[in-house]
T-cell receptor
């Protein structure tokens, strides 16, 4: 079945450091891929998405590229800020299962000044 | 700018008690769903609905009931709470997708309801 595996946390970085959170997926069909972010005390919100191979999603300085050959969708940011501290979830939505979402376990990021 | 509103935010129950988690959205979304979030397991789909009067089971439906009498509301009922239902519950909504798909791919989440069953 479909699944998402993402990097274990927690991750602690200094401000302005480079961020990578790894995400790989397994899907039987042609999934769309997403990164959701959950700030403390809030619900999840969409950060970025990519709907087909080689697409790059980007938002708020974050980027992720849909790599079909490596079944990956790693999240990157060149210079993190304290305000980026949150939990990040990788997810896929597979048309073969009627667009059901499959979420990873989440990676907690803390950025220290 | 209400979006998706969940109540209550916190609840403590004793084993065997019943309760309802409320979810309301004001975006005229056809698709609504309930997830539970447990440590080390990510979010798992409990039930979903693609419109008023239509509901279906997700990945972990046992112990939960839902109904969808209006477009705006999608309550989740625990009929006889068990400690295994201790979790954080999220309601999420979206417009229906094209081509018969359940949703567009962008889910809007509520702030969550933390439930503890003793």
């Amino acid at each position: 079945g479909d699944s998402v595996t993402q990097m274990e946390g927690p991750v602690t970085l200094s401000e302005e450091a480079f961020l990578t959170i790894n995400c790989t997926y397994t899907a039987t069909g042609y999934p769309s891929l997403f990164w959701y972010v959950q700030y403390p005390g809030e619900g999840l919100q969409l950060l970025l998405k990519a709907t087909k191979a080689d697409d790059k999603g980007s938002n708020k300085g974050f980027e992720a590229t849909y790599r079909k050959e490596t079944t990956s969708f790693h999240l990157e940011k060149g210079s993190v800020q304290v305000s980026d501290s949150a939990v990040y979830f990788c997810a896929l939505s597979d048309r073969g299962t009627g667009n059901q979402f499959y979420f990873g376990t989440g990676t907690s990021l803390t950025v220290i000044p | 700018n209400a979006g998706v509103t969940q109540t209550p935010k916190f609840q403590v129950l004793k084993t065997g008690q019943s309760m309802t988690l409320q979810c309301a959205q004001d975006m005229n979304h056809e698709y609504m769903s309930w997830y539970r979030q447990d440590p080390g397991m990510g979010l798992r789909l409990i039930h979903y609905s693609v419109g008023a009067g239509i509901t279906d089971q997700g990945e972990v439906p046992n112990g939960y009931n839902v109904s969808r009498s209006t477009t705006e509301d999608f309550p989740l009922r625990l009929l006889s709470a068990a400690p295994s239902q201790t979790s954080v519950y999220f309601c999420a909504s979206s417009h229906r997708g094209r081509g018969g798909f359940r949703h567009t791919g962008e889910l809007f989440f509520g702030e969550g309801s933390r439930l503890t069953v003793l």
